[in-house]
């Protein structure tokens, strides 16, 4: 017989359980130095409260109440992405931590930087105990520009699986991507185990489904299927013991099915979205209400609630709950708050919830979430070399040649935008695109020169880059290496967004003369009959409306060129940072171009910004260009090229098309918000706009209708 402290190991690590996700939480957030973590634990909390917690030589701690005020919760919440602490706790309020307490007797001044910087006893140095654990509270308002996380993850214990996988069964079902079917292990000491069916629940399948990112599970016959497996122990001589283990069957999501199914959107009938992420599987919540999409507050955000989405999308259950906007942060409605699912429900919307007011929550607040998916090895068959660091390099792919041997090669720069540079950072999982590059020779070259990828064209949410369009021939203008793909990658992105509303508030038309437009024509902001046109005598007729752009991401929008590179132009006596920012279009109701203008950026500039952001762009005296995160640049409709050229246009019924950013010159973490249009009724005098909105804010049946829009029929509008 096995002795009986030996048997009882040998039975625990058969017999390891499944455990539903705890309600216990901590929030994790990196120090913006690298050097050392910070998070918030302990129960019961809100997201922005909590026990803190360092992360210090390998090892997480506490720091001790003694001395404590509320200017070290200051630096502590500023530590953690919070603009400042509200109030700070003693005595361990939200229960007591465990492992080393690195910081006593700390006394800060409330400025500085960094922990490091107050006062203290010196690391690890204390007479403390966790009964004296200190807490805080931090104002529930992030900070600007903020990079890293401010996550709500389950707290895990030793008793409980950190690691599961699904080890196929057969060779035919070894090389399938995802892996579906087989058996489940969880990670042991420094190996895997299996688990024993005994007891084993539905519940239980939907909870290792939902942690290896399927959102369900197909049921073979009336119970699961089960392998007979052999254990091998060794105790003087050999042992052997046989045991049913667990095999299941798990259905994917429809991004995760073979062949061009993946490809297709998530489900269009879907009530729950996720925007702004730089990975599958995560983004900022939004839900559809009616025709239009809108946002989540971030109240009561915890693992349950984003699970429930998670599973509507088509991924697992949640991985992270976060808050704070740390996707972006939305534009138009916020409809939900306060949301409170129990884990189970079909959709969020089945979750109890209160439909808030303009008060309750601003978009800084939005939830946003990290799902679970299933493991595709899509970073197999992608490379980058040659780059400075991991995040850069030319894009490097392993295709199939013609003898049906699979090599590496090199994808043609013609045509390369930070669309496809996106879906490439994605693929590798190295966050947002920084820039797309269409010459890399600069770069030390590897072996590798034959071209295997041309004619490349994205759309920007795709999962490999090889699911774009691309050409069936390779065909590339500039052959050699120094002219293929390169890519940069970026931990955070901008993303820029027009004020809808304010376009068509503003919208109005002007005869304006032609000795006033100059400096207009030199720009090329007037249509092509302008040359025609008896100068200096004589007007054009101008549609006009001013332009806001957000910046709501959760990078800075810069130029691409330096300011060296800027051009100048006399005649306005500004320079031009990008040739073309912004289209205008008016089209006919089939779509096609009757008129359209375009703007330069030749002042790209933080003209406001929202409450306790700093403005940090101004044009003047050759100033940095570009748009702070949390600013908007507005573009008055008095100024000129703020218009399109309608002088040629017959009265009747169209749509007015901005189109910003529109050669993707510049990296953004989201391009389907990037275009905004209206219906326009111009009756040869005046001119209506209605229906103003971005272009994935309304849903499918409703943009449908607008496309197929009759018309006005007179001045009235519903």
């Known amino acids: ?11 625990a690590m058969l017999l390891w359980g499944v455990w539903l996700p705890s309600c216990l939480s901590q929030t994790t957030s990196p120090s913006q130095d690298g050097k050392i973590k910070f998070r918030l634990a302990g129960y019961p909390r809100k997201h922005n409260e909590g026990r803190v917690e360092v992360f210090y030589n390998g090892e997480w701690g506490t720091i001790c109440d003694d001395d404590f005020t509320l200017a070290n919760a200051h630096v502590l919440c500023r530590h953690l992405g919070f603009v400042e602490a ?142 007979l497996y052999a254990c091998v122990y060794a105790l003087n001589n050999v042992f052997f013991f046989f045991f049913w283990v667990f095999f299941l069957f798990f259905v994917p999501g429809l991004l995760f099915t073979q062949g061009r199914a993946r490809r297709v959107k998530l489900n269009p009938m ?16 939004e839900v559809l209400k009616g025709s239009e999409w809108g946002t989540v507050c971030d109240d009561h955000w915890n693992l349950q609630s984003a699970s429930v989405v998670c599973r509507e999308v088509g991924f697992g259950t949640a991985k992270e709950a976060l808050t704070g906007a740390r996707m972006g942060q939305g534009m138009g409605p916020i409809y939900m708050n306060e949301v409170q699912c129990r884990g189970d429900e079909k959709s969020l919307w089945d979750c109890p919830h209160k439909s808030i007011t303009a008060e309750d929550c601003k978009h800084m607040e939005d939830a946003s979430v990290i799902c679970n998916i299933p493991y595709m090895g899509f970073e197999k068959s992608i490379r980058l070399t040659g780059g400075r660091t991991q995040l850069e390099g030319r894009v490097e792919l392993l295709l199939s040649t013609g003898s049906g041997v699979r090599d590496w090669g090199l994808v043609c720069g013609d045509g390369w ?43 920007g949410n795709e999962m490999t880059l090889t699911d774009c369009q691309h050409h069936s021939v390779v065909s590339c203008k500039r052959a050699g290496a120094q002219f293929s793909a390169g890519i940069i990658c970026s931990d955070t992105a901008s993303d820029l967004v027009l004020n809808a509303p304010l376009v068509e508030q503003t919208v109005y038309i002007e005869d304006r003369p032609l000795h006033l437009l100059y400096c207009a024509a030199e720009e090329n902001c007037l249509a092509k009959s302008a040359a025609q046109a008896n100068w200096p005598y004589g007007h054009r007729r101008l549609l006009r409306f001013s332009s806001e752009i957000h910046n709501i991401g959760k990078a800075d929008f810069r130029p691409r060129l330096g300011r060296h590179s800027w051009v100048w132009h006399e005649c306005h006596r500004h320079y031009h940072s990008m040739d073309i920012f912004t289209y205008y279009d008016l089209l006919s109701l ?31 005296n050759f100033g940095e260009q570009g748009i702070t995160v949390g600013c908007w640049d507005l573009y008055r409709h008095d100024i000129d090229c703020q218009w399109i050229d309608i002088t040629d246009v017959i009265p009747g019924n169209y749509i007015l098309q901005v189109i910003i950013n529109p050669n993707f ?30 272009g994935d804010s309304f849903s499918e049946e409703a943009e449908k209708e607008f496309e197929h829009y009759p018309g006005q029929l007179n001045n009235k509008i519903s």
Not at 94 to 100: A, D, E, L, M, S
Not at 187 to 208: A, D, L, M, Q
Not at 440 to 445: A, C, L, P, Q
Not at 593 to 616: I, M, N, P
């Open 270 to 285: 879907s009530q729950v979205r996720l925007k702004g992420g730089a990975k599958t599987g995560e983004g900022r919540v």
């Open 665 to 694: 010159e510049v990296a953004e973490s989201d391009f389907t918000n990037n275009a905004m249009r209206c219906n326009c009724k111009y009756d040869g005098n005046r001119v209506w706009l209605h229906k103003c909105h971005l």
């Open 1 to 11: 017989m096995l002795r009986g402290g030996l048997w009882d190991m040998v039975i």
């Open 417 to 459: 935008t930070s669309r496809e540079a996106m879906v490439v950072c994605r693929q590798l999982g190295l966050g947002h695109a920084s820039s797309g590059l269409r010459e890399t020779w600069y770069w030390d070259s590897s072996n590798v020169t034959e071209m295997v990828l041309s004619g490349v064209k994205c759309k």
């Open 590 to 620: 089939n779509g096609t171009k009757v008129a359209d203008g375009h703007k330069a950026s030749f002042c790209l500039e933080d003209t406001e910004c929202h409450e306790g952001v700093l403005k940090h762009y101004e044009c003047a």
């Open 86 to 227: 509200l109030s700070w706790s003693h005595s361990a309020k939200y229960g007591p931590g465990t492992g080393k307490i690195w910081l006593d007797n700390v006394m800060c001044g409330g400025s500085e930087n960094s922990i490091e910087k107050c006062v203290s006893r010196g690391w690890g140095n204390s007479d403390c105990t966790h009964q004296e654990d200190a807490g805080v509270v931090c104002k529930d308002e992030r900070l600007p520009g903020f990079a890293d996380s401010n996550i709500i993850e389950m707290q895990v214990n030793e008793n409980r699986m950190e690691n599961i996988r699904l080890r196929p069964l057969s060779g035919a079902h070894a090389g399938r991507m995802p892996v579906t079917e087989g058996v489940i292990e969880v990670k042991f000491k420094e190996g895997w185990g299996h688990i024993c069916n005994t007891g084993w629940t539905t519940k239980n399948s939907r909870v290792v489904c939902g942690m290896m990112g399927f959102p369900s599970q197909r049921t073979v016959g009336k119970k699961p299927s089960r392998t």
